[in-house]
T-cell receptor, first 114, second 110 residues
Framework: GAGVSQSPSNKVTEKGKDVELRCDPI?????LYWYRQSLGQGLEFLIY????????KSGLPSDRFSAERTGGSVSTLTIQRTQQEDSAVYLC????????????FGPGTRLTVL | QKEVEQNSGPLSVPEGAIASLNCTYS??????FFWYRQYSGKSPELIMS????GDKEDGRFTAQLNKASQYVSLLIRDSQPSDSATYLC??????????FGTGTRLTIIP
């Protein structure tokens, strides 16, 4: 079946602009996660959704970052007033939210802030 | 602070040999452990999950878990050049999200 999809695959923006990143999880996966990976760094957790609710937003770096999920499916991560330090690969993962919590990643969106 | 530690490498292994990748974690109560493979410029791919002490085998891959020692490892038998990648250890500390190590870069030498 289809895996996790993300769009756009690449986004170049100017400092101060807003960007929206989209994630479409595997069908039937109720849990959705956003992570980011900066060059040469490990994966950093941003936010977790169970259905349309976000029980854990603890990883969002600042109030410029927000995310929503609608219909228990597609999620959008929004970064307002982008800064150069926001440049990274933003990865989305989904899981069945069972006790095993196997998370499957999408291809990512590479964000470059000039 | 819940942490996952990996040797960053690089680890070089001759083709056909066994590659051994190691990971330690900070919380003895952790329940779920995962190994992801990440090729350069690609996203992480789940290759093994393990939940109980002992060994779990899947093809050329074996994951080993020792909860008392807070240690999880990945063995790759008959290493192939296509196994060259960064291997990420991830732990679910019981709060749904995964905490990742920084990864071990593995190079298989033909």
């Amino acid at each position: 079946g289809a895996g996790v999809s993300q769009s756009p695959s690449n986004k170049v923006t100017e400092k101060g602009k807003d960007v929206e990143l989209r994630c479409d999880p595997i069908s039937g996966h109720t849990a959705l996660y956003w992570y980011r990976q900066s060059l040469g760094q490990g994966l950093e957790f941003l936010i977790y959704f169970q259905g349309n609710s976000a029980p854990d937003k603890s990883g969002l770096p600042s109030d410029r970052f927000s995310a929503e999920r609608t219909g228990g499916s597609v999620s959008t991560l929004t970064i307002q007033r982008t800064q150069q330090e926001d440049s990274a690969v933003y990865l989305c993962a989904s899981s069945l939210a069972d006790s095993y919590n196997e998370q499957f990643f999408g291809p990512g969106t590479r964000l470059t802030v000039l | 602070q819940k942490e996952v530690e990996q040797n960053s490498g690089p680890l070089s292994v001759p083709e056909g040999a066994i590659a051994s990748l190691n990971c330690t974690y900070s919380d003895r109560g952790s329940q779920s452990f995962f190994w992801y493979r990440q090729y350069s410029g690609k996203s992480p791919e789940l290759i093994m999950s393990i939940y109980s002490n002992g060994d779990k085998e899947d093809g050329r891959f074996t994951a080993q878990l020792n909860k008392a020692s807070q240690y999880v490892s990945l063995l790759i038998r008959d290493s192939q050049p296509s196994d060259s990648a960064t291997y990420l250890c991830a732990v679910n500390f019981g709060n749904e999200k995964l905490t990742f190590g920084t990864g071990t870069r593995l190079t298989i030498i033909p």
